[in-house]
């Protein structure tokens, strides 16, 4: 790499442990010195010996010396983070403050997070950081809080009228007015041992045993406790959580819930998909997945995102979401061969094994309901037909009694 007239040339050590770097005059000149036949007469006006670094760095008084002797070539278990500028090598602040004509052992290494931040500096690199639960998100403001609790749980399979929890996980925390999160208050966490075994695939995802469940079961009266003076509960596909949820702890039949798959419209953001462990990533971060208390701190992270078209959080633009009213409109008996045009317009089929109808729905907007109903009147029923309809709040939406 050459600049303003200097040379300075960097190749690995044999034993690849660092980089040997020499320090020259005169670009593209060879190495001057006493002997002339060696390195060639002098020619005038060039300056023909070797440069000495005049200003270089003295080690901590922890680091020992180079030998007397190694004045002209240094060799550096770890070289530092250099910047060529217009007639000196630039090193970092550590380096400085010495006179000495001979390099030292340059030992000190940069710690993971200046490297990691170096790199977070360049187009070419992503850097992902373990998730670190914290407490605090926005320090406090005097603005009057609310409560809510993320929830999780891990199942013996799919199906909430016979499948079993066999992990819940839940994280407390605080939110502004404006939707940022305040801080994490507590968390809830437990294991309940199924009436059958865990089936392989469940623990191959989730990496809980018959062993880590014998003996748990699920304490209504703490469970209770904890989600009492919460005001909403919030999970990553609520459809699932809360039907489970409602067998177990009656209490949150009466919840508002909120769901941070599909109340937040994450492709209209910017974001390809909704699964947690992608949102996480990036937010710059991982965490182990499928167990419950760790999904619930990742899905804190994820709601306190800022949106920056918005110039507003995950968390503000979901519970605005998860307010308004909704009505459920279902296609009865509707035609069998116009199913698939039913699922392109984003119905959902409900098989009746629950108590409802078993029929194909489709949650619209409170105000968009009869716009729908004209369209199933229209092209799938073809008639004046009489549509059923549901309104729907965060109080049963997601709930297995709808």
Same mark, same amino acid.
């Given at each position: 790499?050459?600049?303003? /007239?200097?040379?300075?040339?960097?190749?690995?050590?044999?034993?690849?442990?660092?980089?040997?770097?020499?320090?020259?005059?005169?670009?593209?000149?060879?190495?001057?010195?006493?002997?002339? #036949?060696?390195?060639?007469?002098?020619?005038?006006?060039?300056?023909?010996? @070797?440069?000495?670094?005049? $200003?270089?760095?003295?080690?901590?008084? $922890?680091?020992?010396?180079? %030998?007397?002797?190694?004045?002209?070539?240094?060799?550096?278990?770890?070289?530092?983070?250099?910047?060529?500028?217009?007639?000196?090598?630039?090193?970092?602040?550590?380096?400085?403050?010495?006179?000495?004509?001979?390099?030292?052992?340059?030992?000190?290494?940069?710690?993971?997070? +200046?490297?990691?931040?170096?790199?977070?500096?360049?187009?070419?690199?992503?850097?992902?950081?373990?998730?670190?639960? @914290?407490?605090?998100?926005?320090? %406090?403001?005097?603005?009057? *809080? #609310?409560?809510?609790?993320?929830?999780?749980?891990?199942?013996?399979?799919?199906?909430?009228? #016979?499948?079993?929890?066999? *992990?819940? /996980?839940?994280? #407390?925390?605080?939110?502004?007015?404006?939707?940022?999160?305040?801080?994490?208050?507590?968390?809830?966490?437990?294991?309940?041992?199924?009436?059958?075994?865990?089936?392989?695939?469940?623990?191959?995802?989730? /990496?809980?045993?018959?062993?880590?469940?014998?003996?748990?079961?699920?304490?209504?009266?703490?469970?209770?406790?904890?989600? $009492?003076?919460? &005001?909403?509960?919030?999970?990553?596909?609520?459809?699932?959580?809360?039907?489970?949820?409602?067998?177990?702890?009656?209490?949150?039949?009466?919840?508002?819930?909120?769901?941070? &798959? $599909?109340?937040?419209?994450?492709? !209209?953001?910017?974001? *390809?998909?909704?699964?947690?462990?992608?949102?996480?990533?990036?937010?710059?971060?991982?965490?182990?997945?499928?167990?419950?208390?760790?999904?619930?701190?990742?899905?804190? +992270?994820?709601?306190?995102?800022?949106?920056?078209?918005?110039?507003?959080?995950v968390l503000s633009v979901l519970l605005e979401r998860?307010?308004?009213?909704?009505?459920?409109?279902?296609?009865?008996?509707?035609?069998? *061969?116009?199913?698939?045009?039913?699922?392109?317009?984003?119905? !959902?089929?409900?098989?009746?094994?629950? /108590?409802? %109808?078993?029929?194909?729905?489709?949650? &619209?907007?409170?105000?968009?309901?009869?716009?729908?109903?004209?369209?199933?009147?229209?092209?799938?029923?073809?008639?004046?037909?009489?549509?059923?309809?549901?309104?729907?709040?965060?109080?049963?939406?997601?709930?297995?009694?709808?």
């Amino acid at each position: 790499m050459a600049f303003d /007239g200097y040379v300075v040339a960097s190749t690995p050590r044999g034993d690849g442990e660092g980089l040997t770097f020499q320090f020259g005059l005169q670009k593209g000149s060879k190495p001057p010195g006493r002997d002339a #036949k060696r390195h060639g007469p002098r020619e005038p006006g060039r300056i023909q010996r @070797r440069a000495r670094l005049r $200003s270089i760095a003295r080690p901590s008084s $922890s680091e020992a010396l180079p %030998p007397p002797g190694a004045r002209k070539l240094g060799t550096y278990p770890q070289a530092p983070q250099c910047r060529i500028r217009s007639d000196r090598v630039s090193l970092p602040a550590t380096y400085h403050n010495a006179s000495i004509a001979s390099p030292p052992d340059m030992t000190v290494q940069p710690t993971l997070a +200046e490297i990691a931040a170096m790199l977070e500096q360049s187009p070419d690199y992503r850097v992902l950081r373990r998730l670190v639960p @914290r407490a605090e998100f926005t320090p %406090p403001t005097g603005q009057p *809080e #609310k409560i809510a609790i993320l929830l999780d749980v891990e199942t013996t399979g799919l199906d909430a009228a #016979k499948d079993e929890i066999i *992990e819940l /996980g839940m994280v #407390k925390f605080s939110y502004l007015p404006n939707g940022r999160i305040g801080r994490a208050i507590d968390i809830f966490s437990c294991f309940n041992q199924p009436s059958i075994a865990i089936p392989g695939e469940i623990t191959a995802l989730t /990496g809980i045993t018959d062993a880590m469940v014998a003996g748990h079961s699920l304490d209504e009266e703490r469970i209770n406790a904890f989600a $009492s003076d919460a &005001v909403v509960v919030i999970a990553h596909n609520a459809g699932f959580d809360r039907k489970f949820m409602e067998r177990c702890a009656p209490l949150f039949v009466l919840k508002a819930w909120a769901c941070s &798959v $599909s109340e937040v419209e994450w492709r !209209r953001h910017g974001f *390809e998909g909704s699964r947690l462990s992608y949102l996480l990533v990036k937010a710059g971060l991982f965490h182990e997945a499928h167990r419950a208390v760790d999904d619930c701190q990742a899905l804190l +992270e994820i709601l306190a995102m800022p949106l920056p078209e918005l110039d507003r959080t995950v968390l503000s633009v979901l519970l605005e979401r998860a307010r308004r009213r909704t009505i459920r409109v279902w296609a009865e008996q509707s035609p069998f *061969e116009l199913k698939d045009a039913l699922k392109r317009r984003g119905y !959902r089929w409900s098989d009746g094994a629950d /108590g409802r %109808p078993r029929s194909w729905y489709i949650d &619209v907007d409170d105000g968009n309901q009869a716009a729908e109903i004209a369209y199933l009147q229209e092209t799938i029923y073809q008639r004046d037909a009489e549509i059923r309809t549901q309104i729907l709040t965060a109080f049963d939406r997601f709930s297995a009694r709808i």
